[in-house]
């Protein structure tokens, strides 16, 4: 099975432009989480979802960052506009529904490093 | 609010010696305890879980690690280290949701393997 995938690898922007992270979970997982991980700060959790609907974000900076879930295989995280501040390693990592296989445990995608100049 | 410390930043191990990474957490009732493997550039690779149970947990790569609740650690072992194994290691709480399923994770600040010849 794929893992989680993760769009684009690289980005690279200018301030005060728009910026769209894409992830798609791990195929039948309920569960969507953001985290983002600079030197300064660790690995933080930005956001999470179950069942495409948003159930923690108070890890989201401020208004300029927003996430959503159209779907059960598609998830997007856009900063508007960017500062250089918000250059880091965003990762996306999905997990099963209780009571299935793997049930409590977050499998990551290989993240998004962002740089914004 | 939950946390997680791991006191050592970084550790120097020679290939074949033991090793032991250290992590103590803060929370208010039994959490799930994680520790994670991140190579550079790559995303985090689960090494073992803790939920409930025997104390002594086995993971991948011949890792271990122990649940101390008195201590609130739950420290990593190896009893032989590989070169492969220099990377980052984290280790992570979450909490149990009611009903099961998955919570969003607080993760220490990492401790850097370094594997010396």
């Known amino acids: 099975d794929a893992g989680v995938i993760q769009s684009p690898r690289h980005e690279v922007t200018e301030m005060g432009q728009e910026v769209t992270l894409r992830c798609k979970p791990i195929s039948g997982h309920d569960y969507l989480f953001w985290y983002r991980q600079t030197m300064m700060r660790g690995l933080e959790l930005l956001i999470y979802?179950?069942?495409?609907?948003?159930?923690?974000d108070s890890g989201m900076p401020e208004d300029r960052f927003s996430a959503k879930m159209p779907n059960a295989s598609f998830s997007t995280l856009k900063i508007q506009p960017s500062e250089p501040r918000d250059s880091a390693v965003y990762f996306c990592?999905?997990?099963?529904?209780?009571?299935?296989?793997?049930?409590?445990?977050?499998?990551f995608g290989p993240g998004t490093r962002l740089t914004v100049t | 609010a939950q946390s997680v410390t791991q006191p050592d930043i970084h550790i120097t191990v020679s290939e074949g010696a033991s090793l032991e990474l250290r992590c103590n957490y803060s929370y208010g009732a039994t959490p799930y305890l994680f520790w994670y493997v991140q190579s550079p550039g790559q995303g985090l690779q689960l090494l073992l879980k803790?939920?409930?149970?025997?104390?002594l947990v086995q993971g991948i790569k011949g890792f271990e690690a122990e649940f101390k609740r008195s201590q609130s650690s739950f420290n990593l072992r190896k009893p032989s280290v590989h070169w492969s194994d220099a990377a980052e290691y984290f280790c992570?709480?979450?909490?149990?949701?009611?009903?099961?399923?998955?919570?969003?994770?607080?993760f220490g600040k990492g401790t850097h393997l370094i594997i010396q010849p």
């Open positions: 979802f179950n069942n495409n609907v948003p159930i923690d």
């Open positions: 992570a709480v979450g909490a149990r949701p009611t009903g099961g399923g998955a919570d969003g994770l607080t």
């Open positions: 990592a999905s997990s099963p529904n209780a009571g299935t296989s793997g049930s409590g445990v977050q499998y």
């Open positions: 803790y939920f409930s149970g025997d104390t």
